[in-house]
Nanobody, 115 residues
Framework: QVQLVESGGGLVQTGGSLRLSCAAS????????MAWYRQAPGKQRELVAT???????SYADSVKGRFTISRDNVPNTVYLRMNSLKPEDTAVYYCNTNPPSSKLWGQGTQVTVSS
């Protein structure tokens, strides 16, 4: 069973940048689409960005133009580049497939954007 481990979060000021990584313990080639999700305190988890195995990307309106998802099949890693961060981007960020698998949720990585 593949496991996903997110990293790269931290505390940044408004306007700053971060790059999140999601390392898979096995091949992600079999997954049709990988995605990043986030969950802010008191809110439901939301889909942030998706990339299909064919390289097609899609983004939530709230992050379009600021976030970029990418993936490397070797070494089985998915990235989320986040620019022009805003306080409302503060959340725990998770990677998973799209649609998500209950077996693949990891611990996530905390992103905090200070105003």
């Amino acid at each position: 069973q593949v496991q996903l481990v997110e990293s790269g979060g931290g505390l940044v000021q408004t306007g700053g940048s971060l790059r999140l990584s999601c390392a898979a313990s096995g091949s992600i080639r079999t997954f049709n689409a990988m995605a990043w999700y986030r969950q802010a305190p008191g809110k439901q988890r939301e889909l942030v960005a998706t990339m299909t195995s064919g390289g097609i990307t899609s983004y939530a309106d709230s992050v379009k133009g600021r976030f970029t998802i990418s993936r490397d099949n070797v070494p089985n890693t998915v990235y989320l580049r986040m620019n022009s961060l805003k306080p409302e981007d503060t959340a725990v960020y998770y990677c998973n497939t799209n649609p998500p698998s209950s077996k693949l949720w990891g611990q996530g990585t905390q992103v905090t954007v200070s105003s």
